[in-house]
């Protein structure tokens, strides 16, 4: 994501690798152009840095660590309590990853419980985290935790999908039932498109269109009934209190798949994000404040309520 092109990275030096040749350079100029397939370009790079490091000394990276430090400390992960007193999806999502912890492989959809599921699970090992990032795919997680399931049959395996992304299909769930695949689909069910409802609210004054899914409203589908007609056990979660034992629940059955209907508010917002047509480095914190890395706007900072990361630690 380059945002607005002249300000993407005005001062790296870029080195492009692509299979097309066409690609290189079309966007921002390639200082180093390689052509080639990025299985054999990436496998050649790693090769001629480690022999770099056999005579370089590594860079020190200490600066870069005090700015990084700089940054979590000035912005921690955080959430707010929804408005209406609805459940919080980042709450469900957090709550969900210490539960069944670092050992376990989580894929999602894309949206925003995609976001919250790549920011709120504390993920410490490689192949956990299974991700349709870069112009991804909805629908992706229920088949994407079916084949890491049938692939790893003793993990515990956790499609953390949206209400919109899970019903481009859900019908999987039937195979994951019939083949003996018990996995568990965390439905975080915001009752919309909430990705795209986030930027109506945004900067479309609130004007909602082809994004409320009916999900809440009308409980059509209802995912509980779905997840049974579909061979699973199914849950429906509405209030925070319920939410480790509803959790609880479905880590103790493993002879079928397990959805839970995670009942959570509408207007819970991502952050940071890069609004449309703005340059990367006005990253926005949270609602009116950006630049992310301006310190000034520090105070501004809306209340932190749950700083998500200290209350893990205290867990841990
Ligand atoms: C197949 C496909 N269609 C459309 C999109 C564009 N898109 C990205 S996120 C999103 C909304 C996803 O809604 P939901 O699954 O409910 O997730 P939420 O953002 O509410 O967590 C849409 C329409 C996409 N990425 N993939
Ligand atoms: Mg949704």
Known sequence: MTGKLESFAPDAKVIHADIDPAEIGKNRFADVPIVG???EVIAELIAAISEDRATIDAPDLSVWWEYLDGIRKTYPLAYKPESDGALSPEYVIERLG???????????????????????????????WLNSGGLGTMGYAVPAALGAKMGAPEKEVWAIDGDGCFQMTNQELATAAIEGAPIKVAVINNGNLGMVRQWQTLFYEQRYSSTDLSTHSMRIPDFVKLGEAMGCVSFRCEREEDVDAVIAQAREINDRPVVIDFIVGADAQVWPMVAAGTSNDEIMAARDIRPLFDEDDAADEPAVIHAAMDRQEGQK
Request: hydrophobic residues 40%.
């Open 37 to 39: 397939d990025c299985k």
């Open 98 to 128: 210490i539960a069944a912890g670092p050992d376990a492989i989580y894929c999602a959809g894309v949206g925003q419980h995609q976001m919250w599921a790549a920011q709120f699970v504390k993920y410490e090992k490689p192949r956990t």
